[in-house]
């Protein structure tokens, strides 16, 4: 299998005033075969989920290159990132971000419908996500209606209507109760084993990053080891 | 169903703005009816001048001249080299107050000679009964606004300035000035016009010369004002001579300037309540944030946004202008029936002035949607997920 994810010599620094910046990736190399699982660990403000942001194409580095299959995304315009970010990457977030006004089917299939699907499509994909993840009965409903796990699973289906190559989840557990946990992540590595989906985990939860076959450590913007499966090549290896 | 939802999550908001857009568009159909039918009279009056010259006494603007002239200047009249036929006209008050100050014409008496048979091409249409012929004394056709105000009906008998006439005609409605207009024999109208003068000077006056204004009809291939000068010059500076250009200069630039200022009262209306529909998308993007940022997270594009808000302003102005041509037409159709403006209907609520308001205000919720829709496409994705 080939690479899902390659990043090389990746910076980003944020300002946060007029003077002062943090410096959140200090030059990641990293890369992800596809099909694997990788958890993304490390306290917090040491750039995990800035990782995630530039893998997924949602933000741009300051320095170095970042390919998806194959296809450099860090140089591609705002319109055509979108356009790969909405086919071939999908996000879970902590917070579920689900919208309130809409129901569980029109989350889901809302994702379908900006991935350039029909609305009927759309619908008739997200009703079939709903039901594979257990949510059949509980379509119509809205966010509020939800417990957090069903919330959680509701962003799962979203995050699968275009059939993402990668699906990124960012403490994808981190609301939800230890019961309620598990079934996520039974739910998370059963469509990376069934279906072959390549999947980044950021988590603080060891437990969680214990399911996962890779896992990468980092710390002050920095990569400061890997648990084993793909490879980490430090800038000065590369060069 | 989803941009409705999305416009009603804040109901009150919503509603306070859609209702700065309703107050915008009512105005502009309450005042923009008036202006329809004010325009539709000036309209008729432009086209049944369209082909005279009319005469009436110097101190008298021709065509709502109602000063006593006598009808023996018609025969000095019809000597001008192009003029092929005069007619008197007497036209005074139905009634000697008028009761309601009306924007229209006032109900009037009209009668002519019927010299103007063949020659006058200004037709009204019959809704009921016969026209009136020279031979019609004691007898009147009355226009479509005066049917209920005088009990009209044909064959019936109706008052007018205390003499009883038998109704042979009732015309179709044609919102000009026939409208409020009750049609008599030149003897009759003239029996009763005397009456309406002072003693003083009715006294001087002969009955049977009797006019008001007299009408001339050009040659054929005669401009008719072209006429206006060698009429003038024939009768001197006692009379007043006016052709179809005249006229129109008379009423048609004050109409326009009147146009103007009703108009732009409504707009400014409705601008301020496009200020509000600003002010409404700009709060809601601003709340909406962190919906942007999940949006653009899942795939939504820049273009997918802007519709997005761009489309929820568009019903806000699309809803606003609904409600407001709804009530406009409850007001106009209300005070129209109720005839506290008189016997002359005030308002004209036309299909384009109906059709304009909503998509006036249609546009304007887009345009005022623009702005904050365009900062909400803009918005960096991760940033917005962050905002809380």
Redesign the interface.
């Known amino acids: 299998m080939g690479l899902a994810l390659q990043m090389e010599g990746v910076t980003r620094r944020y300002r946060l005033g007029a003077d002062n910046y943090v410096d959140a990736l200090r030059g990641v190399d990293l890369s992800v075969e596809a099909g694997d699982m990788v958890a993304i660990m490390g306290p917090s403000g040491s750039g995990k989920s800035t990782l995630m942001h530039i893998a997924g194409g949602l933000d741009t580095p300051d320095s170095g290159a970042v390919w998806l299959e194959g296809t450099r995304i860090d140089t591609l315009s705002d319109r055509r990132l979108t356009a790969l970010r909405s086919r071939r990457i999908g996000f879970v977030f902590q917070g579920f971000n689900l919208l309130p006004a809409l129901t569980a089917l029109e989350n889901t299939a809302l994702a379908g419908q900006y991935g350039g699907m029909s609305r009927r499509q759309a619908s008739r994909r997200a009703t079939e996500l709903l039901a594979l993840l257990g949510l059949g009965e509980r379509a119509r409903h809205r966010p509020s209606e939800l417990s957090g796990g069903e919330q959680q699973r509701v962003a799962i289906a979203r995050a699968l209507m275009n059939e993402p190559c990668l699906l990124m989840a960012d403490e994808p557990t981190g609301n939800l109760d230890s019961a309620t946990s598990a079934e996520i992540m039974t739910e998370l590595e059963r469509l990376n084993r069934e279906h072959g989906m390549t999947l980044m985990l950021v988590t603080h939860d060891p437990g969680v990053a214990a399911l996962c076959r890779r896992r990468v450590e980092m710390h002050d913007g920095s990569i400061v080891g890997d648990g084993g499966g793909g490879r980490v090549v430090s800038a000065e290896a590369d060069a | 169903m989803?941009t409705l939802?999305?416009v009603f999550?804040r109901k009150t908001r919503a509603l306070l703005t859609i209702f700065g857009i309703t107050i915008g568009v009512l105005a502009l159909v309450v005042t923009g009816s008036v202006a329809e039918k004010l325009q539709l009279l000036v309209d008729g009056g432009v086209e049944y001048y369209s082909d005279k010259v009319i005469v009436t006494d110097g101190s008298t603007f021709a065509g709502f001249g109602m000063s006593p002239i006598s009808s023996e200047v018609l025969e000095d009249a019809e000597k001008v080299d192009g003029v092929a036929r005069g007619s008197v006209t007497l036209n005074f008050l139905l009634e000697d107050d008028v009761q309601t100050i009306s924007m229209g014409t006032p109900p009037m008496v009209e009668a002519t000679d019927f010299r103007d048979v063949g020659y006058e091409t200004f037709e009204l249409a019959l809704a009921e009964g016969r026209d009136l012929t020279a031979a019609d004394s004691g007898k009147v056709t009355v226009g479509a606004d005066l049917v209920s105000q005088l009990g009209a009906e044909v064959g019936r008998r109706v008052r007018i300035r205390a003499r009883e006439f038998e109704v042979v005609g009732i015309y179709e409605r044609t919102l000009t000035a026939p409208d409020s207009t009750v049609f008599m024999t030149l003897p009759d109208a003239q029996r009763l016009f005397l009456k309406t003068l002072p003693d003083a000077v009715a006294e001087n006056l002969e009955r049977k010369t009797l006019a008001t204004s007299i009408v001339l009809f050009a040659d054929d291939g005669v401009d008719p004002d072209e006429l206006v000068e060698a009429v003038s010059d024939e009768l001197g500076d006692s009379y007043n001579v006016q052709g179809p250009a005249g006229f129109k200069e008379f009423v048609q630039e004050p109409m326009q300037i009147f146009n103007y200022l009703i108009y732009t009262v409504a707009l400014i209306a409705l601008v301020v309540g496009g200020l509000s529909v600003i002010n409404t998308m700009t709060i809601s993007v601003s709340e909406r944030t962190?919906?942007i940022g999940?949006?653009?997270?899942?795939?939504?594009?820049?273009l997918?946004i802007l519709r997005q808000f761009v489309a929820e302003a568009a019903v806000i102005g699309l809803l606003g202008g609904l409600i407001g041509l709804g009530l406009g037409y409850l007001i106009v159709e209300a005070t129209n029936r109720s005839g506290v403006m008189g016997a002359t209907q005030l308002f004209l609520l036309t299909p384009r002035l109906a059709i304009g308001s909503v998509a006036f205000s249609l546009v304007l919720g887009i345009l005022a949607g623009l702005w904050p829709s365009w900062h909400a496409a803009r918005l960096?994705?991760?940033q917005a997920?962050r905002y809380e």
Not at chain 2, 294 to 302: D, F, L, T
């Open positions: 989803q939802r999305n999550r962190r919906e999940i949006r653009k997270a899942i795939g939504a594009n820049r997918a960096d994705p991760v997920l």
